[in-house]
Protein backbone atom coordinates (compact mmCIF):
# COMPACT_ATOMS: atom_id res chain seq x y z
CA UNK A 1 0.00 0.00 0.00
CA UNK A 2 2.49 2.64 0.71
CA UNK A 3 4.68 1.77 -2.50
CA UNK A 4 1.55 2.08 -4.22
CA UNK A 5 0.94 5.98 -2.68
CA UNK A 6 4.25 6.87 -3.12
CA UNK A 7 4.15 6.01 -7.01
CA UNK A 8 0.80 7.94 -7.24
CA UNK A 9 2.28 10.56 -5.54
CA UNK A 10 5.83 10.64 -7.48
CA UNK A 11 3.43 10.03 -10.63
CA UNK A 12 1.11 13.32 -9.89
CA UNK A 13 4.63 15.45 -9.01
CA UNK A 14 5.72 14.67 -12.32
CA UNK A 15 2.69 15.49 -13.98
CA UNK A 16 2.31 19.12 -12.51
CA UNK A 17 5.95 19.93 -13.62
CA UNK A 18 5.36 19.09 -17.09
CA UNK A 19 2.08 21.12 -17.46
CA UNK A 20 5.05 24.13 -16.40
CA UNK A 21 7.63 23.03 -18.49
CA UNK A 22 5.02 23.43 -21.34
CA UNK A 23 3.46 26.44 -20.34
CA UNK A 24 7.05 28.02 -20.73
CA UNK A 25 7.49 26.68 -23.70
CA UNK A 26 4.71 28.51 -25.44
CA UNK A 27 5.29 30.43 -28.38
CA UNK A 28 3.27 32.93 -30.19
CA UNK A 29 3.97 33.51 -33.97
CA UNK A 30 4.11 37.14 -35.24
CA UNK A 31 4.02 38.31 -38.32
CA UNK A 32 4.22 41.11 -40.65
CA UNK A 33 5.87 43.89 -43.10
CA UNK A 34 8.96 45.95 -43.22
CA UNK A 35 9.20 49.23 -45.68
CA UNK A 36 11.06 51.57 -45.69
CA UNK A 37 9.18 55.52 -44.44
CA UNK A 38 10.00 57.04 -47.52
CA UNK A 39 8.78 55.34 -50.22
CA UNK A 40 6.60 52.59 -48.41
CA UNK A 41 9.09 50.08 -50.89
CA UNK A 42 9.14 46.53 -48.55
CA UNK A 43 12.93 46.17 -47.16
CA UNK A 44 13.72 42.47 -48.58
CA UNK A 45 16.51 40.97 -46.06
CA UNK A 46 15.77 43.37 -42.91
CA UNK A 47 16.41 41.86 -39.61
CA UNK A 48 13.45 40.84 -36.98
CA UNK A 49 15.08 39.90 -33.63
CA UNK A 50 13.36 39.54 -30.40
CA UNK A 51 16.03 41.76 -28.07
CA UNK A 52 17.86 39.82 -25.57
CA UNK A 53 17.89 36.21 -27.52
CA UNK A 54 19.04 34.67 -30.41
CA UNK A 55 15.59 34.41 -31.67
CA UNK A 56 15.36 35.81 -35.42
CA UNK A 57 14.77 35.89 -39.09
CA UNK A 58 14.70 38.18 -41.95
CA UNK A 59 12.51 39.26 -44.12
CA UNK A 60 11.59 37.96 -47.88
CA UNK A 61 11.58 39.73 -50.89
CA UNK A 62 8.39 41.47 -50.44
CA UNK A 63 9.66 42.66 -46.66
CA UNK A 64 7.21 40.32 -45.26
CA UNK A 65 8.58 37.85 -42.07
CA UNK A 66 7.41 35.26 -39.45
CA UNK A 67 8.86 34.70 -36.55
CA UNK A 68 7.85 31.84 -33.60
CA UNK A 69 8.19 34.64 -30.48
CA UNK A 70 8.10 33.34 -27.03
CA UNK A 71 5.27 34.08 -24.77
CA UNK A 72 7.81 35.82 -22.42
CA UNK A 73 9.07 38.22 -25.45
CA UNK A 74 7.33 41.86 -24.82
CA UNK A 75 9.00 44.04 -28.16
CA UNK A 76 10.79 43.22 -31.36
CA UNK A 77 14.07 44.58 -32.74
CA UNK A 78 13.66 45.52 -36.72
CA UNK A 79 16.83 46.64 -38.10
CA UNK A 80 18.37 47.46 -42.17
CA UNK A 81 21.68 48.96 -43.30
CA UNK A 82 21.32 52.23 -43.50
CA UNK A 83 18.14 52.75 -41.42
CA UNK A 84 17.66 53.64 -38.00
CA UNK A 85 17.21 50.09 -35.72
CA UNK A 86 13.64 50.17 -34.51
CA UNK A 87 12.34 48.26 -31.29
CA UNK A 88 8.49 48.07 -31.13
CA UNK A 89 6.13 46.32 -28.43
CA UNK A 90 4.78 43.15 -29.31
CA UNK A 91 1.48 44.10 -26.88
CA UNK A 92 -0.59 40.86 -27.74
CA UNK A 93 -0.40 42.03 -31.63
CA UNK A 94 -0.10 39.01 -34.02
CA UNK A 95 0.66 41.41 -36.80
CA UNK A 96 3.27 44.35 -36.96
CA UNK A 97 3.92 46.46 -39.83
CA UNK A 98 7.34 48.82 -39.52
CA UNK A 99 8.44 51.48 -41.25
CA UNK A 100 11.63 52.16 -41.07
CA UNK A 101 13.59 55.37 -41.49
CA UNK A 102 17.03 56.29 -43.36
CA UNK A 103 19.39 56.94 -41.47
CA UNK A 104 21.64 59.99 -43.29
CA UNK A 105 24.93 59.83 -42.62
CA UNK A 106 28.02 61.28 -44.14
CA UNK A 107 30.68 58.71 -44.53
CA UNK A 108 34.51 60.20 -44.67
CA UNK A 109 36.25 58.56 -47.29
CA UNK A 110 39.22 56.39 -46.02
CA UNK A 111 42.58 55.22 -47.43
CA UNK A 112 44.29 52.02 -46.29
CA UNK A 113 48.21 52.49 -46.87
CA UNK A 114 51.22 50.06 -46.02
CA UNK A 115 51.15 51.51 -42.06
CA UNK A 116 47.45 51.70 -41.22
CA UNK A 117 44.43 54.09 -42.40
CA UNK A 118 44.44 57.89 -42.68
CA UNK A 119 41.24 60.44 -44.27
CA UNK A 120 41.76 60.83 -47.88
CA UNK A 121 42.36 64.61 -47.88
CA UNK A 122 45.29 64.21 -44.90
CA UNK A 123 48.08 61.73 -46.94
CA UNK A 124 50.68 63.44 -47.77
CA UNK A 125 52.05 60.68 -50.19
CA UNK A 126 50.90 59.46 -53.47
CA UNK A 127 48.77 57.28 -53.71
CA UNK A 128 47.25 54.92 -57.32
CA UNK A 129 43.91 54.06 -57.98
CA UNK A 130 42.94 51.53 -60.13
CA UNK A 131 39.48 50.69 -60.99
CA UNK A 132 38.41 47.70 -63.44
CA UNK A 133 38.24 50.02 -66.45
CA UNK A 134 42.16 50.30 -65.95
CA UNK A 135 42.90 46.90 -65.70
CA UNK A 136 44.79 45.79 -69.03
CA UNK A 137 42.85 43.88 -71.85
CA UNK A 138 43.40 40.86 -72.43
CA UNK A 139 43.46 36.70 -70.90
CA UNK A 140 45.36 36.69 -67.54
CA UNK A 141 46.08 33.47 -65.75
CA UNK A 142 46.45 35.75 -62.34
CA UNK A 143 45.02 39.06 -61.53
CA UNK A 144 48.36 40.61 -60.93
CA UNK A 145 49.11 40.36 -64.89
CA UNK A 146 45.81 42.54 -65.34
CA UNK A 147 47.80 45.64 -62.93
CA UNK A 148 51.31 45.21 -64.49
CA UNK A 149 52.18 47.89 -65.53
CA UNK A 150 49.81 50.60 -64.02
CA UNK A 151 51.31 51.43 -60.78
CA UNK A 152 54.01 53.38 -60.54
CA UNK A 153 56.99 51.75 -58.90
CA UNK A 154 55.16 48.43 -58.50
CA UNK A 155 57.24 45.30 -59.49
CA UNK A 156 55.65 42.02 -59.91
CA UNK A 157 57.75 38.97 -60.43
CA UNK A 158 57.31 35.21 -60.79
CA UNK A 159 59.59 32.18 -60.00
CA UNK A 160 58.49 30.38 -63.12
CA UNK A 161 57.82 27.20 -61.43
CA UNK A 162 54.02 25.99 -61.88
CA UNK A 163 52.08 27.07 -59.19
CA UNK A 164 54.78 29.12 -57.80
CA UNK A 165 54.05 32.06 -55.65
CA UNK A 166 54.35 35.63 -57.50
CA UNK A 167 56.48 38.43 -55.66
CA UNK A 168 54.80 41.81 -55.58
CA UNK A 169 57.27 44.91 -54.10
CA UNK A 170 56.38 48.36 -53.92
Request: hydrophobic share 35%; charged share 15%; aromatic share 4%.
Amino acid sequence: MRYRCSILLLTLLGMILCVGTVRAQEQQEVGGTVTSADDNAPLPGANVSVPGTTTGTATNAQGQYSLQVPSDADSLRFSFVGFRAQTVAIAGRTTIDVALLPQAQQIEELVVVGYGQQEAEKITGSISKIDSAGFNPGTYASPEGMIQGKVAGLQITNSGRPGGDPVVRL
